[in-house]
């Protein structure tokens, strides 16, 4: 007996205390409305929406009619029904008749001719809510929700007592509560209810992210394109401590087994860990052995050399396209220029490559690292020439002296060294959080367009590029950095490849400066991760993404790796999970 009262104790509310149209159960408050109305029409999961509601239990009591009576019953209202109908009445009685009369004379041919069964339904609602404010907001929802669907709820006032045995697991239904809502229904609307649809995604292949709100797998195959899903791209967004890295890293984990390839820009030195752990390839691109030439043109792919012989010398060369990059590096590290300076710094670029022995044909496959110009050879040049012009390039030389000859000289002033030779690359940008904004901006683009290079180069390898903390890219004086990653996000399906876009704030991108860039990045994903939001995050993507109720409440309260993940057109209550030999992989940084 004492284990059982103990038991008791646990599962038992602390108190109840039932009013006219509530009650208090245990520390929340509690209100029952039980359905009165349905509209003579229902669709399929009529009956999902209400009952998917946060904060509702719903009940259905079914209970089987005698055939024999109920055909009775249905003709003597058939008959009555008639009756009224050549006694007449204002128009309104005459119509809501002639709908009652086709109503009976459907329910009878579907038992006689179908043989269907009847049964008496009776749904119950309990909604529970912390406080009376939301008590009152969540039933005010209910019954929004019940009109919407064309069907109507009542509280069960002086009944509230009835009411939660009704909507307790208990199989009992008191009489006046079936006295209230008991409907007659046929088997096919009773199965159409369908009230605990469960959301969970399976595409029979891909890679098992977690589990949803039901229990179910949530099974993902970014690389199956069709329909709604047009690309593989994630966006990923949440507050600080939410698990963001971590659902990446698990992500990437099971993606690697899969045979993809995965390159990682990494400015907070998150991925470190796992990288060595797997042999991947972790280079430091902050003043490390990783060094990446900013001057060094990249190779065009193959596909886009084999354009261009095609449509003859017109179309821009590997070096015409680089200069455009240049611009964007430039204009991103040394903001302050004129248009003059520009000019200058574009002239100086030129002649520079020509004493280098590049030319605007030049195939960039055939110089090796170690040839190309840098910006030492750059800052000579200009150097020179600010004492002849130093009205055009006297303040250019100051400004670039630092990245050729001081603090910034040992990201930029010599070859590249970075390799790109492994599954796993784990570009570091770590160590530059110290360095001013226009430094940190400035390397961040240049590693992100290397990395671009090494996508264009194999169009059937699957790639995944993950772009941490992308908020550094957003700077509404040089938006120039943000249209790269959208235009990134654009074009990597044609590649074969993905991009993860990770960040903290859904506002940095959508401040009117950079919105048109910005915006893109959120709309364009298949894939968007949603974890815990802040308010303001919360709001701005309830408008941006129409946001249910039930979706903006999960966001404002989720647990650290609970959040939604919408794929598609689909939606689902995702809770990540990794298995136990997981968890070592996925340690450190933000995990």
């Known amino acids: 007996m004492t284990t059982i009262s103990g038991l008791l104790d646990i599962l038992c509310p602390q108190a109840l205390d039932f009013g006219p149209r509530q009650m208090t159960f245990g520390e929340q408050l509690a209100r029952v409305l039980v359905i009165t109305d349905y509209p003579p029409r229902v669709g399929p999961a009529w009956l999902a929406r209400v009952a998917g509601l946060p904060g509702v239990i719903c009940s259905i009591h079914v209970v089987p009619t005698d055939p024999a009576g109920l055909v009775l019953s249905v003709n003597r209202a058939i008959g009555e029904l008639t009756g009224r109908l050549e006694m007449g009445g204002n128009a309104l009685l005459i119509q809501r008749t002639e709908q009652a009369l086709k109503d009976a004379q459907e329910l009878l041919r579907k038992i006689d001719q179908e043989q269907q069964q009847v049964f008496f339904v009776v749904v119950v609602l309990l909604i529970l ?165 900013p001057l060094q043109v990249r190779p065009l792919p193959l596909e886009e050399m084999e354009t261009e012989e095609d449509a003859g010398p017109s179309v821009q060369g590997p070096m015409a396209l680089h200069l455009q990059t240049l611009r964007t590096f430039f204009s991103l590290y040394l903001r302050d220029l004129d248009d003059l300076e520009r000019a200058a710094l574009e002239d100086a670029l030129v002649e520079v490559y020509r004493q280098a022995g590049i030319s605007w044909e030049t195939d ?37 002296r630092r990245a050729a000859e001081g603090a910034d000289a040992s990201l930029w002033a010599g070859p590249t060294t970075a390799s790109a030779d492994n599954d796993l690359i784990v570009l570091d940008v770590h160590e530059l959080q110290n360095a001013d904004d226009s430094v940190r901006r400035a390397q961040y683009f240049n590693v992100l367009t290397w990395a671009w290079g090494q996508i264009e180069r194999d169009r059937q390898e699957r790639t995944l590029l993950v772009v941490d903390e992308a908020w550094l890219l957003v700077d509404p004086q040089t938006p120039q950095a943000l249209a790269f990653l959208r235009d990134t996000s654009k074009r990597i399906r044609k590649y074969m490849g993905g991009l993860v876009v990770i960040s903290q704030n859904v506002v940095d991108f959508l401040a009117p400066e950079v919105q048109r860039h910005g915006q893109a990045l959120l709309d364009n994903p298949t894939y968007k991760l949603l974890l815990a939001q802040g308010e303001k995050d919360l709001e701005a993507l309830s408008q941006m993404m129409n946001l249910s109720e039930a979706e903006r409440e999960l966001l404002a309260t989720a647990k650290r790796g609970e959040g939604l993940l919408v794929a598609g057109t689909q939606r689902v209550h995702i809770r990540i999970e990794a298995a136990a030999h997981e968890l070592p992989l996925l340690a450190g940084g933000g995990s």
């Open 129 to 293: 809510a912390p406080d009376q404010e939301t008590l009152d907001r969540r039933t005010r929802q209910m019954e929004a929700a019940l009109a919407a669907a064309g069907m109507r709820g009542r509280v069960a006032v002086f009944r509230q007592e009835e009411g939660l045995q009704a909507a307790g697991p208990w199989a009992v239904l008191p009489a006046g509560i079936r006295e209230a809502g008991a409907r007659n229904m046929p088997a096919e609307t009773v199965a159409a209810s369908f009230p605990f649809t469960a959301s969970g995604i399976n595409d029979g292949s891909g890679v098992v992210l977690g589990k949803d709100r039901d229990g179910g797998l949530v099974l993902v195959d970014i690389w199956k394109r069709g329909g709604d899903r047009t690309n593989s791209n994630w966006t990923v967004l949440a507050k600080p401590g939410a698990g963001k890295s971590f659902t990446v890293k698990l992500l990437l984990l099971r993606e690697l087994a899969q045979g993809s390839r995965v390159i990682i820009i990494d400015p907070e030195r998150e991925y470190r860990q796992m990288c060595r752990e797997l042999g991947g390839a972790w280079i430091n691109c902050a003043g490390g052995e990783g060094r990446i030439n």
């Open 364 to 400: 960039p496959a055939t110089i090796p690292p170690e040839k190309w110009p840098t910006v030492r050879e750059l800052h000579a040049y200009i150097a020179g020439q600010s004492k002849v012009k130093p009205e055009s390039y006297g303040r250019l030389a100051i400004l670039l």
